[in-house]
């Protein structure tokens, strides 16, 4: 399978932290450990999107339906009822701001722009004297089949291959539908994975 990291813009819409030999694919900035999620955005120069009317080849308006279309390049992602709430990444990546002990790792868009993630390093856990890597997981899409999602997996995520792979391993994973006040839906599942990671610290 491709990477289908996003080169829209004529470079690669991915960024992460720590060595180049250890991102199979070898795409992408390096970025500081540190480097906060609103900075990681405007350096991988993740989209934003807006919506716009439809029309048939006649000229008449599509009643309930709308295209959603990238802001920097003009590309058409997918047409969706006029029921559907855009989410936009730095949006859905906000939700890192309600958790404690993040530290970004990766972040990227895939299929053109179609799909953005963000996955930030949990502190190590040491269990049976094995030490286990975690990371919090975010997504959303703009595709029309892919839904805000926000999850624990041991799967650093640094292309689609992997985004599909964390799915196996998925924990505490939750999911905002394009419907209704997204944004309050969004801060309520991290404060809810707060508190599911407060309880493993306790454990």
């Not at 813009?9 to 480097?35: C, L, N, P, Q, Y």
């Not at 080849?57 to 279309?69: F, K």
């Not at 502190?123 to 975010?138: E, K, N, Q, S, T």
């Not at 196996?168 to 939750?174: E, N």
Request: aromatic share 8%; with cysteine; proline share 1%.
């Amino acid at each position: 399978m491709s990477h289908e990291i996003d080169f829209s813009t004529g470079r690669a819409a991915f960024v992460f932290t720590g060595d180049r030999r250890e991102i199979w694919h070898s795409f992408g900035t390096v970025i500081a450990e540190g480097v906060t999620w609103r900075e990681a955005v405007a350096i991988a120069s993740i989209p934003t999107v807006h919506t716009e009317r439809v029309f048939t080849a006649g000229g008449l308006e599509c009643d309930g339906v709308r295209a959603i279309v990238r802001d920097d390049t003009g590309a058409f992602l997918a047409t969706v009822s006029d029921r559907y709430s855009v989410i936009q990444y730095a949006d859905a990546f906000a939700v890192m701001d309600r958790i404690e002990g993040l530290t970004l790792s990766t972040m990227g868009a895939l299929k053109g722009g179609k799909i953005a993630f963000a996955c930030a390093k949990l502190p190590d856990d040491v269990i049976a004297g094995d030490l286990h890597r975690r990371f919090l997981y975010v997504e959303s899409g703009h595709d029309r089949m892919h839904s805000y999602n926000v999850y624990l997996t041991e799967t650093r995520v640094v292309c689609d291959n992997t985004r599909r792979a964390s799915q196996c391993d998925a924990l505490a994973k939750m999911r905002v539908l394009h419907r209704g006040d997204t944004d309050a839906k969004i801060a309520a599942s991290g404060d809810v994975m707060s508190a599911i990671l407060s309880g493993f610290a306790e454990s």
